[in-house]
């Protein structure tokens, strides 16, 4: 993309929209080569052991699908898998409760550390720390 915010132009829409795809797949890729397939897991895997651990463990699995932006048929189907492996349970109580399992805690628990320092390597480490809360803000609109 053309430096035109340096020069106090908007970028086009579209030529901006692709280079934050790009960026996105980037990181994501970078981080979870670091992370997840160091750690045993899927990437779809550590999306919900993340959510739920900052959640405190447990989601109503709708609120779940909302918090990574998936459909809840693709949460149900990871979900199932990874109740399979022993590192989520399900109640159904008037909706369904995902909680992590005490194997889910200690796999979010050995994948943080690498988890952090991946994202820190690939992301954080290449902003200041006025764009990372310029990022925020804007990211926390979404």
């Given at each position: 993309m053309p430096d035109k915010a340096a020069a106090g132009a908007a970028p086009d829409p579209v030529d901006f929209w692709a280079t934050f795809k790009r960026v996105h797949e980037v990181v994501r890729a970078r981080v979870i080569a670091d992370t997840a397939e160091a750690a045993g897991l899927s990437e779809p895997d550590l999306s919900i052991?993340?959510?739920l651990g900052k959640a405190g463990g447990a989601l109503r699995q709708s609120?779940?699908?909302?918090s990574l932006g998936w459909d809840r048929t693709r949460v149900s189907h990871q979900l199932t898998r990874m109740s399979t492996r022993g590192l989520v349970a399900r109640e159904r109580t008037g909706g369904v409760i995902v909680t992590l399992t005490d194997a889910g805690r200690a796999?979010?628990?050995a994948a943080q550390p690498g988890l952090d320092a991946a994202v820190r390597r690939h992301f954080t480490d290449k902003l200041s720390a006025q764009e990372i809360e310029t990022l925020a803000s804007v990211f926390g609109r979404f």
């Open positions: 052991l993340v959510n609120e779940l699908a909302a796999a979010i628990a």
